[in-house]
């Protein structure tokens, strides 16, 4: 949207969008676009809400408050329930997706595990009004974030699914390793997390951290970009760099035969529908 589209998304918050029809209208045809590329397909696809940034602290500088953001996030997902009534036919899961309190690129400030639920809590029982079939919790940088993240939900009685993201070698932001990461969370929350992504990183970033190990397993999917750049690098790039869509198409069809178990796949940084087609054409 920012340099295809030329939208203005400070922030990069896109739940602004649903205040006005113009803004409603592209997350309506990008979706739409996801969903139709899933019915060429024959297969099921993950429709995202638009509130990854809709939590207090990324949102206030945006002059939204806490009833605003209330608003925010069950309109997103009152957006999603109507696109799947619309399109029956195709198997969709609506997933209330959540954010990082900071800069996921960069966790200046983080959280002990107790700090992190009372903070999340806000924006999940928000989430829970709108009914998703999941909460997915992305860009997380980590673990203890994520452990409150995961009983924030549980309190809920919500599934969640969390998505760290990752460095250009492999491992998270706080030089934690991922399967590490993985299992920390799990020990701490008794497994409730339904399964692990890995977001925001290409392929060549973390291929070789993924190794045997019974982590792995937990692991269900990769969301990933288009660019090889690092997170640095991305943040201060003034020019899309869109990468090879065809190249990262051939990347995903290689890492779902090497992980049959995956079942979880999708563009970030950098990507549009030329690389999600790439990919479904590997996949099927």
Same mark, same amino acid.
């Given at each position: 949207?920012?340099?295809?589209?030329? #939208?203005?998304?400070?922030?990069?918050?896109?739940?602004?969008?649903?205040?006005? &029809?113009?803004?409603?209208?592209?997350? @309506?045809?990008? =979706?739409?676009?996801?969903?139709?590329?899933?019915?060429?397909?024959?297969?099921?696809?993950? /429709?995202?809400?638009?509130?990854?940034?809709?939590?207090?602290?990324?949102?206030?500088?945006?002059?939204?408050?806490?009833?605003?953001?209330?608003?925010?996030?069950?309109?997103?997902?009152?957006?999603?329930?109507?696109?799947?009534?619309?399109?029956?036919? @195709?198997?969709?899961?609506?997933?209330?997706?959540?954010?990082?309190?900071?800069?996921?690129?960069?966790?200046?400030?983080?959280?002990?595990?107790? &700090?992190?639920?009372? =903070?999340?809590?806000?924006?999940?029982?928000?989430?829970?009004?709108?009914?998703?079939?999941?909460?997915?919790?992305? *860009?997380?940088?980590?673990?203890?974030? #994520?452990?409150?993240? #995961?009983?924030?939900?549980?309190?809920?009685?919500?599934?969640?699914?969390?998505?760290? *993201?990752?460095? *250009?070698?492999?491992? /998270? +932001?706080?030089?934690?390793?991922?399967?590490?990461?993985?299992?920390?969370?799990?020990?701490?929350?008794? %497994?409730? *997390?339904? =399964?692990?992504?890995?977001?925001?990183? %290409? +392929?060549?970033?973390?291929?070789?951290?993924? @190794?045997?190990?019974?982590?792995?397993? !937990?692991?269900?999917?990769? #969301? @990933?970009?288009?660019?090889?750049?690092?997170? &640095? &690098?991305?943040?201060?790039?003034?020019? /899309?760099?869109?990468?090879? +869509?065809?190249?990262?198409?051939?990347?995903?069809?290689?890492?779902?035969?090497?992980?049959?178990?995956?079942?979880?796949?999708?563009?970030?940084?950098?990507?549009?529908?030329?690389?999600?087609?790439?990919?479904?054409? !590997?996949?099927?």
């Amino acid at each position: 949207m920012i340099f295809n589209q030329n #939208v203005d998304l400070p922030g990069f918050a896109t739940f602004p969008l649903l205040e006005s &029809e113009a803004g409603r209208n592209r997350l @309506v045809k990008s =979706y739409q676009e996801q969903i139709d590329l899933a019915r060429e397909f024959g297969c099921g696809t993950m /429709l995202e809400s638009a509130t990854w940034m809709a939590n207090g602290d990324r949102a206030a500088p945006l002059g939204y408050n806490r009833e605003q953001l209330a608003s925010a996030n069950f309109a997103a997902l009152k957006l999603l329930h109507q696109m799947a009534s619309k399109n029956a036919d @195709v198997p969709l899961r609506i997933s209330a997706q959540i954010g990082p309190r900071c800069d996921g690129y960069r966790p200046h400030m983080q959280m002990d595990e107790t &700090e992190a639920e009372r =903070y999340h809590a806000i924006q999940m029982a928000q989430i829970a009004q709108g009914s998703p079939d999941i909460v997915s919790a992305f *860009t997380m940088s980590y673990s203890e974030e #994520v452990i409150g993240i #995961v009983r924030a939900a549980q309190h809920h009685s919500l599934p969640i699914a969390i998505s760290f *993201t990752l460095e *250009t070698d492999g491992k /998270l +932001p706080t030089g934690m390793a991922l399967g590490e990461a993985i299992e920390r969370v799990d020990a701490v929350t008794n %497994h409730y *997390t339904d =399964y692990f992504l890995i977001n925001c990183a %290409h +392929p060549d970033h973390f291929m070789a951290n993924l @190794v045997d190990a019974p982590w792995i397993k !937990r692991l269900k999917g990769v #969301v @990933v970009n288009a660019s090889r750049c690092s997170h &640095e &690098e991305l943040d201060a790039a003034d020019q /899309l760099d869109d990468g090879d +869509p065809q190249e990262l198409g051939e990347a995903i069809g290689h890492i779902k035969q090497r992980f049959p178990h995956f079942q979880i796949f999708g563009g970030c940084c950098g990507t549009d529908l030329r690389h999600m087609r790439e990919m479904a054409q !590997r996949l099927s």
